[in-house]
Nanobody, 116 residues
Framework: QVHLMASGGGLVQAGGSLRLSCAASGVRFTIKDMGWYRQAPGKQRDVVATITRLNITNYADSVKGRFTISRDNAKNTVYLQMNSLEPEDTAVYYC??????????WGQGTQVTVSS
């Protein structure tokens, strides 16, 4: 059974940094894309950043220049380095992965709170 374990969330002051990690276990197929999404209270879940197996990245406009996504294919792990955090970044962050045979999996979410 596939399990995505996200970690690294927490409480930080505006301007601070956090690094999220998400390790996937039990994946029997080759992972294609990995990504981070976030959902603030009362809002829909939105994409933050994605990365392909060949390390092509994509970012939401709101995080460009502040966040960096990376992955370690050998460890089935995706990271999100978040710098210059703003109160608007407060949300539950979810990791996601899909495979070349169109399977899609989500992690349990990790809370990020940025105080002003």
């Amino acid at each position: 059974q596939v399990h995505l374990m996200a970690s690294g969330g927490g409480l930080v002051q505006a301007g601070g940094s956090l690094r999220l990690s998400c390790a996937a276990s039990g994946v029997r197929f080759t992972i294609k894309d990995m990504g981070w999404y976030r959902q603030a209270p009362g809002k829909q879940r939105d994409v933050v950043a994605t990365i392909t197996r060949l390390n092509i990245t994509n970012y939401a406009d709101s995080v460009k220049g502040r966040f960096t996504i990376s992955r370690d294919n050998a460890k089935n792990t995706v990271y999100l380095q978040m710098n210059s955090l703003e109160p608007e970044d407060t949300a539950v962050y979810y990791c996601n992965l899909n495979t070349y045979n169109s399977l899609d999996f989500w992690g349990q979410g990790t809370q990020v709170t940025v105080s002003s």
